[in-house]
């Protein structure tokens, strides 16, 4: 018995897997047209992640409703996004569509104003066209492991909890060369006190494995990390 799920606009993916069908006829098994489908690993994620978003401030004039992540909203009739609702699961913005540019991290909460996203970071700005959900987020298994040169060489620190401030914890550098996320997903910023670029660090990409600045970001130009804290679940 074949299982169906019935997906709303809203919720439709452009990045759906899609599987071979087949059917069984005397003499052998025939292909069939390829058709988008979910096995159940990934209906059950989207069960997990939940964001609607806004054209306009205060949640107001169109919306749509995601579950899991949009490359471009662009593409879905939008000209930006004004506001914003984490129902479930953390998810990650970006200021340009194929998420790059700034990140921001978006825990579960509402987001009225673009301030609401940006205004802990140096570097304001009303864009976000791309967001994703982060799949290894765990507030409560997070480790992560800091290095004082690139690719994972030299002094390093582990840390299983938050630090508005590195250098008040120990870390002699405003500098952080290479970070290796053992479990969890982190959010690590420019200065202290949670201010500056966010930089999503996440075990499931990279593999856990940020050898230098160049891969915090695709807007990261210094490896200034002064602060860092776990992702909220």
């Known amino acids: 018995m074949r ?5 709303t606009q809203a919720q439709r993916s452009d990045t759906l897997p899609s599987e071979e069908e087949e059917e069984e006829e005397e003499g052998g098994v025939t292909p069939k047209r390829k058709t988008a489908t979910m096995n159940t690993q990934q209906m059950e994620q989207m069960g997990q992640f939940k964001i609607t978003v806004w054209e306009e401030e205060n949640f107001q004039g169109k ?3 995601f579950m899991l992540e949009c490359q ?16 479930n699961g953390p998810w990650v913005g970006y200021e340009y ?9 978006l825990e579960k909460g509402d987001y009225p104003r673009y301030e609401a996203w940006s205004g802990n970071s140096s570097y304001r ?9 982060i799949k290894s987020a765990n507030h409560s298994d997070s ?21 508005p401030s590195l250098q008040a914890m120990g870390w002699c550098s405003k500098e952080v060369p290479s970070i290796k ?3 969890g997903a982190w959010v690590a910023y420019q200065f202290p006190g949670y201010r500056g670029y966010q ?10 494995e940020y050898r230098n600045y160049n891969e915090y970001s695709t807007q990261a130009h210094t490896n200034q990390v002064q602060s860092i804290r776990r992702i909220q679940h």
């Not at 909203?73 to 004004?82: D, H």
């Open 3 to 7: 299982l169906f799920t019935h997906i």
């Open 63 to 65: 919306r749509c409703e």
């Open 72 to 87: 471009n909203i662009m593409e879905r009739g939008f000209n930006k996004i004004r506001s914003i609702k984490v129902e």
């Open 97 to 105: 569509p194929e998420f790059q540019g700034q990140q921001f991290i």
């Open 125 to 133: 700005t009303e864009h976000m066209l791309s967001f994703r959900p």
């Open 143 to 163: 480790k992560v492991t800091m290095y004082d040169c690139e690719d994972f060489q030299g002094r390093k620190f582990e840390m299983c909890d938050d630090y």
């Open 181 to 183: 996320v053992n479990s």
């Open 199 to 208: 930089y999503i660090l996440e075990r499931d990409r990279h593999q856990g």
